[in-house]
């Protein structure tokens, strides 16, 4: 288990854009994954994307596929979320997390405490 501390958010109006980071601290070991999960007010949290090792598999929720990327640095400490063309929709807390891998399926059990995006129309 390793700790996230997450941070970028702000208030953006339709159509620009965000940088989400995700510090990571500790070690991730065998097959792992990371991810980016956002909660409106209202509604359930959902997954906006995931990576598996070694950033070879990455998975999209429809909605951001296109505009927004996930991305780590070079020594995996930290995970991005570069967002664009930002929808009112977006808005929401946003949360970085980690976990291991079983049977293809992504266990997430560290999460960051979340930053807030607010997208204006």
């Known amino acids: 288990q390793v700790q996230l501390v997450d941070s970028g958010g702000g208030s953006v109006q339709a159509g620009g854009s965000l940088r989400l980071s995700c510090a990571v601290y500790g070690y991730t070991y065998g097959a792992y994954c990371m991810g980016w999960f956002r909660q409106a007010p209202g509604k359930e949290r959902e997954g906006v994307v995931a990576l598996y090792t070694g950033g070879g598999t990455t998975n999209y929720e429809a909605s951001v596929k296109g505009r927004f990327t996930i991305s780590q640095d070079s020594a995996k400490k930290y995970l991005f979320l570069q967002m664009t063309s930002l929808r009112p929709e977006d808005t929401a807390m946003y949360y970085c997390?980690?976990?291991?891998?079983?049977?293809?399926?992504?266990?997430?059990?560290?999460w960051g405490q979340g930053t807030q995006v607010t997208v204006s129309s």
């Open positions: 997390a980690a976990g291991s891998v079983e049977s293809s399926m992504c266990f997430y059990d560290s």
